[in-house]
């Protein structure tokens, strides 16, 4: 390839709640929380790369939280992106994913996959599949890695498909997929090595949501240094990001990586990363993030995904947010950017025209809140609020820098929280009102 | 201050209350009908002689038809107001302006709220549409009020187990006080162990750490004071209203420390100027406070400068705020006892005053009192309007 983008950064984010062997899996099965989606999952793995020059915003899921409606705006919003930056979705497999990659190889741009992968009590999908997000940042200017290809064989199968109506979905046997797309992947593998002019590649992930094939990833392409698969289980969408972030993070400078994804056909993408990989690597490695996370149990997982309805506090449902006021405070609630006084400074979050300090009027400029971590002012566990997960825990968080404001606590542990305790920003969904997602920010201990 | 206050302007010459509680068998309009009633027949006043009427309520119904359609009124002004939880007090407010102003010669001040027909638990709110990200919208009331208990305890280094035993003596003694009163929603002594033990709520607000939810109603008949002896021999002269709208600084505000209410400092100045008190702990026989949870009401006594910074909670558990301490605090049993239906509350604190400043509290009553507090706050901690009224058996 010489179209001079190449790969410029990478993400990878897992949510931390793990299921156990209550739900009857071995392992530890990765599972978003109830106020996540492939979204806001998709945001945190973008953490730190949309800081520099994203000419364009690719989102590519299974589990869209909307249709009718762009998801990748609302990336957009929370990522802080230029109105002039395109984003659109990408919704279907992990295929969309590579239509993602080829998408920005035109002029660069920023890729995100995620999936909320979600199977029947007691299927495979609920036990091998994982839940999480990565993201790939292309670009011109110095790479991480260079990109010396991308090949894709499509074939018409039915391996496995899903209702769009429902939540879980269908697969034929495995070994009649694993048939059908053996000789893909061996086919897209020696079209790009070849391409190339490589025998072999130094690391060669295989991912599919057919077991069969990734079962078999490294007899089916060897790599010379290493062969895997996904890390976390059948992901969907983000199935091929988040193995190729894995190898990224170990990755040596000058080594072929080759990222083959079995769905509908084969897609694949060859990679050479470069001298800038050892300094440019993600801060969330995937096997830190793999090896952390606490059990949840499994009826509060299948409350989450609404597998089982439980009973809720005697309190009314939210009110669902409104659209002319969430676009007024898109800045707030997409951006978490408050205001800041001229005249004394003082922070005000969300922002305001009076200051709350000095009084003066209009006298405001838009205060950036990127990075904005703080601590515990004081905190309470709310027993009778409203909550897909009940209890809410709620702080008052001070921000370094100045500014306060009250958030909800994501992946919250409320015999662990007190005062003074450091907390960070996440990008979550605070409850689902009337079809409309009530996207906003909650603090997270980081 | 900025208030001229309205000192002996105006008296109270009748006051009507209903039984608070879970009046499942009364509506809105019953409601109304009740409390009017009884204080038509105590002020001894026809209902064709009120000339104005103010309508408390925060969700019970909108405008003043919910207080005309069901009585009947054949047209006259009838305004319905609402300010959160000092609805009720803000009824009683406007319509002493509206006799003090000469506008009228009696107006009616009636406040009604009917919390039983939602079938929810706690307080609902009706909030405009909005882009969905405020913390109150998700963040209950207990919750709120329980952020005062763990700064409270930081700020001044009380164990939290001294705390806790603060809280519930509050909680045991505004329900002792509500034992002895026939209209209150709860009239039995409750264990400390019981309340203690009781189901967390928020943070460590238990069950018996707030107040009830109930129905109730109540109304005042106001007069100018150069009439009142006219209507009875005990009339209640109005001596101070007070009112704060918080800028709703301390939600955005680090320096602010959730261990006050500075709307409480604020209208309790205010109200201390107008009826000319220098010393509320001497000058004060009672106090009717918003006791919603029982955090707040610990805070109250020092906002309300019935005892020192940091010093409340010792003073709770000395009993100063007992009936029969220095100052009795929520001597009808407070919000603990009779719930809190929004509308009604003020002018029930103040219904409390009238029996107590007139000799008639029966088991509860204090001996020669003359001037009563009443404190009335809706919001929360951060944020919120609070109200404060003096009223005295004696004019001048």
């Known amino acids: 390839m010489s179209t001079g983008i190449g790969i410029l950064g990478y993400g990878a984010y897992l949510p931390s709640y793990r299921l156990g062997s209550d739900s009857g899996v071995r392992g530890r099965r990765v599972v978003a929380s109830f106020d996540e989606d492939a979204t806001t999952m998709a945001v945190e793995a973008a953490l730190g790369l949309a800081d520099g020059d994203v000419r364009s915003l690719w989102w590519a899921s299974s589990t869209p939280p909307y249709l009718d409606k762009t998801n990748a705006a609302a990336a957009h919003a929370a990522l802080r992106l230029p109105a002039t930056v395109p984003a659109a979705d990408l919704i279907g497999t992990a295929r969309s994913t590579f239509a993602a990659i080829r998408a920005a190889l035109g002029d660069g741009g920023l890729v995100l996959a995620a999936d909320v992968r979600v199977g029947k009590p007691g299927s495979l999908d609920e036990k091998a599949g994982g839940d999480g997000a990565a993201a790939l940042l292309l670009g011109e200017g110095d790479a991480i890695a260079d990109v010396l290809g991308v090949a894709s064989e499509t074939v018409e199968v039915l391996d496995r498909w899903r209702d769009p109506q429902r939540t879980t979905g269908e697969q034929w046997e495995e070994r009649f997929g694993f048939e059908q797309y053996a000789d893909r992947v061996r086919a897209v593998a020696a079209r790009l090595l070849d391409g190339a002019g490589l025998t072999e590649a130094d690391h060669v992930v295989v991912t599919s949501g057919n077991a069969g094939i990734t079962k078999r990833a490294g007899v089916l392409v060897k790599g010379a240094l290493s062969s895997t698969s996904s890390p976390i289980g059948f992901s969907g969408a983000a199935d091929p990001l988040l193995a190729l972030a894995a190898v990224l993070d170990v990755a040596g400078p000058g080594e072929s990586v080759l990222v083959l994804s079995a769905v509908d056909g084969c897609d694949g993408l060859l990679l050479r990363t470069t001298d800038l990989l050892a300094t440019r690597r993600s801060v969330r490695p995937v096997a830190s993030q793999l090896d952390g996370g606490r059990a949840v149990p499994y009826p509060t997982y299948l409350s989450w995904r609404g597998l089982l309805e439980r009973e809720l506090p005697r309190r009314p449902e939210p009110d669902r947010p409104a659209g002319p006021p969430s676009s007024r405070a898109g800045a707030w609630k997409f951006g978490f950017a408050g205001s800041r006084c001229t005249e004394c400074g003082f922070l005000h979050l969300p922002p305001l025209r009076v200051c709350r300090a000095c009084s003066a009027v209009d006298a405001m400029e838009p205060a950036s809140a990127a990075d904005l971590h703080g601590t515990v002012a004081t905190f309470t566990v709310d027993r009778l609020a409203h909550s897909p997960s009940p209890p809410v825990v709620d702080v008052v968080v001070d921000f370094a820098g100045g500014g306060r404001t009250t958030l909800e606590v994501a992946d919250a542990d409320a015999d662990a929280m007190a005062v003074g305790a450091e907390v960070g920003l996440a990008f979550r969904r605070l409850f689902t009102a009337g079809a409309v997602h009530n996207y906003f920010w909650k603090a997270v201990v980081r | ?396």
């Not at chain 2, 405008?63 to 009683?92: M, Q, W």
């Not at chain 2, 309340?195 to 707030?210: H, S, T, W």
């Open chain 2, 1 to 396: 201050m900025a208030s001229n206050g309205i000192k002996d302007a105006v008296a109270i010459v009748g006051m009507g209350c209903t039984r608070f509680g879970e009046r499942w068998e009364s509506s809105t309009d019953d409601l109304l009908l009740d409390a009017v009633g009884e204080c038509l027949t105590s002020a001894g006043v026809a209902r064709d002689d009120v000339d104005a009427y103010w309508l408390g309520t925060l969700g019970s119904g909108q405008s003043g038809l919910t207080l005309s359609r069901p009585l009947g009124i054949d047209h006259k002004p009838v305004t319905r107001v609402e300010n959160y939880c000092a609805t009720g007090s803000e009824s009683f407010r406007n319509a002493c302006y509206a006799v003090a102003s000469g506008a009228y010669d009696r107006v009616m001040a009636v406040g009604v709220e009917k919390l039983k027909d939602s079938g929810f638990s706690g307080l609902l709110r009706a909030d405009p549409p909005s882009d969905g990200t405020a913390a109150e919208l998700s963040l209950t009331a207990p919750a709120a009020f329980s952020l005062l208990d763990p700064a409270y305890t930081a700020k001044y280094g009380v164990d939290p187990v001294a705390m806790r035993e603060a809280m519930t003596h509050v909680a045991w003694k505004n329900h002792v006080n509500g034992a002895r009163n026939p209209k209150a929603q709860f009239r039995k002594e409750v264990l400390r162990e019981a309340i203690e033990g009781a189901p967390k709520v928020a943070g460590r607000l238990g069950i018996f750490d707030c107040s009830g939810v109930s129905d109730g109603a109540a109304a005042a008949m106001i007069v100018r004071a150069e009439d009142a002896y006219d209507y009875t021999d005990r009339p209640v002269f109005v001596k101070a209203l007070a009112l704060a709208a918080g800028p709703m600084r301390g939600g955005l505000d680090p320096a602010y420390d959730f261990t006050t209410f500075p709307e409480v400092v604020h209208s309790a100045a205010d109200a201390y100027a107008q009826a000319g008190i220098t010393d509320p702990r001497s000058e004060l026989s009672l106090a009717e406070v918003h006791d919603c949870f029982t955090p707040t009401e610990i805070v109250l006594m020092e906002d309300l400068g019935f005892a020192d910074r940091g010093q409340a909670w010792k003073d709770v558990l000395g009993g100063d705020f007992d009936l029969d301490g220095r100052m009795p605090v929520n001597v009808d049993g407070g919000l603990k006892s009779f719930g809190h239906p929004v509308g009604a509350s003020g002018l029930r604190m103040l219904y409390e005053a009238w029996l107590q400043l007139r000799g008639e509290a029966g088991s509860r009553q204090l001996a020669d009192p003359r001037l009563a507090l009443t404190h009335n706050l809706g919001g929360r901690p951060g944020g919120c309007v609070s109200f404060v009224s003096v009223v005295g058996n004696q004019r001048g």
